[in-house]
């Protein structure tokens, strides 16, 4: 009998287009694009599924989450993070997806993020202050990253707002709901569906009650898809 074939992870297919991963991620597409693809002499910082188009994986929206956490705190010179995602990987990550997505490896939220940071510190020269800022802002975003059995990512609940502490998780992305889009958390509910009937002229009251979920919920929702990214 002939082997079945594997099944594919849905984590790490083609699925979202740079512009899609700038939106959800509330960052610049120029900047996502640098990330993703690199830039004359400077190789990107991710490994993606698919070039032409270029489409990015679900794990590797989980990796951009994680750098433009670097981002939101610091100006960072990318091939000084390029240096330090090497030396982390160097140091720490032993599975294959590990090696192939040092920043979302389960070992950055060990030992890893004490080495990242102390790699970082040393190339860009900032404080023990600045150190302990960064290491914040890091553990803040790993906390919203979901991961299975294995310690591989399965959920990313991304930042709706500015505000990184005691953030809402109401907003997360499955690849396995609604093509890895956002949905309401605990649902397959997609904020694109809200968001859109939001701007037909639906009251969030309106929405609330048809979709029997909270007003925080639908808000939140249309935070997601509405914002302008940053």
Not at 16 to 26: K, P
Not at 127 to 135: D, H, K, L, P, Y
Request: hydrophobic share 40%.
């Amino acid at each position: 009998m002939a082997s079945k074939r594997k099944k594919a992870d849905l984590r790490e297919l083609p699925a979202y287009s740079i512009s899609e991963a700038a939106h959800y991620l509330s960052v610049p597409a120029a900047t996502v694009r640098y990330w993703a693809i690199g830039q004359n002499d400077y190789k990107p910082l991710i490994d993606i599924p698919a070039h032409e188009p270029a489409l990015l994986s679900f794990l590797n929206m989980v990796e951009l989450h994680v750098l433009a956490a670097i981002r939101r705190k610091h100006s960072v010179p990318m091939p000084k993070v390029r240096k330090a995602i090497d030396y982390l990987q160097s140091q720490t990550v032993k599975s294959k997806i590990g090696r192939r997505h040092p920043l979302i490896s389960q070992q950055l939220e060990t030992d890893g993020l004490d080495l990242f940071i102390e790699r970082y510190g040393q190339l860009v020269n900032i404080s023990s202050a600045g150190q302990t800022a960064m290491r914040e802002v890091l553990n803040a975003a790993l906390k919203r990253i979901e991961r299975d059995t294995n310690g591989i990512p399965v959920r990313l609940f991304p930042f709706t707002r500015n505000q990184l502490d005691n953030a809402p998780t109401m907003v997360v992305m499955d690849p396995s709901l609604s093509a890895g889009r956002p949905v309401i958390a605990g649902t397959g509910l997609a904020t694109e569906i809200i968001a859109e009937r939001y701007k037909a002229g639906d009251s969030i009251r309106e929405l609330a009650k048809d979709y029997e979920r909270k007003p925080a919920e639908i808000e939140e929702a249309i935070r997601c898809e509405l914002k302008t990214a940053a």
